[in-house]
């Protein structure tokens, strides 16, 4: 049973329009989110988070959104670049820290079209 | 070192076989965790260590799995007997601190078992 999902499996996108990507979760105790990217024969890299207690989290052209009635995160890229192309993995945090790992989603695969 | 630390990057091997991947985490870092990824799947978390205390294999698929964490540093992740659908990409991470949720990748390990 997934506690993190992230239904789409790959997004296309034009250069310089935005990208979003998102993930849903069940558990409701999930106390903080975070986006990781992956480039190929590479391991996953911190890309930006967000405590449960915000809605928004913005770095630079990356903005994570937060809906905790709808148990719903979206990460958005503006403009999108082709060095964005990648995987992206959505995480979530047991509350407290006490669990001693992250649930990743499956990951949605972006290509950045030039 | 610079980076979490992995190796072998490529291992092939036969069923039934042992195998024995090894990780250096960030120096420093007190808290080691080991993913894997399968095909088309997401992270699966294995198996954490923080400090001294008792890991957490919960994630640990079966009992040909385990790790072990020597001096509070390098990891040796062994799969015994190893099985066709062990085949996967297993990565290494570590964090300063538990309740620090920015994990460092290592590139991983990519496990083939004939």
């Known amino acids: 049973d997934q506690q993190v999902k992230q239904n789409s499996p790959s997004l296309s996108v034009q250069e310089g329009r935005i990208s979003i990507l998102n993930c849903d979760y069940t558990?409701?105790?999930?106390?903080?989110f975070l986006w990781y990217k992956k480039y190929p024969a590479e391991g996953p890299t911190f890309l930006i988070s967000?405590?449960?207690?915000?809605d928004k989290n913005e770095d630079g052209r990356f903005t994570v959104f937060l809906n905790k009635s709808a148990k719903h995160l979206s990460l958005h890229i503006v403009p999108s670049q082709p060095g964005d192309s990648a995987v992206y993995f959505c995480?979530?945090?047991?509350?407290?820290?006490?669990?001693?790992?992250?649930?990743f989603g499956k990951g949605t695969k972006l290509s950045v079209k030039p | 070192g610079a980076g979490v630390s992995q190796s072998p990057s490529n291992k092939v091997t036969e069923k039934g076989k042992d195998v024995e991947l090894r990780c250096d985490p960030i120096?420093?870092?007190?808290?080691l965790y080991w993913y894997r990824q399968s095909l088309g799947q997401g992270l699966e978390f294995l198996i954490y260590?923080?400090?001294?205390?008792?890991?957490?294999k919960s994630g640990l698929p079966s009992d040909r799995f385990s790790a072990e964490r020597t001096g509070g540093s390098v990891s040796t992740l062994t799969i015994q007997r190893t099985q066709q659908e062990d085949s996967a990409v297993y990565l290494c991470?570590?964090?300063?601190?538990?309740?620090?949720?920015?994990?460092?990748f290592g590139s991983g390990t990519q496990l083939s078992v004939l």
């Open positions: 991470a570590s964090s300063l601190r538990t309740t620090n949720e920015k994990l460092f």
């Open positions: 558990n409701s105790m999930f106390d903080y």
């Open positions: 967000i405590s449960s207690i915000k």
């Open positions: 995480a979530a945090r047991g509350y407290g820290g006490s669990q001693g790992n992250l649930i």
């Open positions: 120096s420093g870092h007190t808290a």
């Open positions: 260590f923080q400090g001294n205390s008792a890991p957490d």
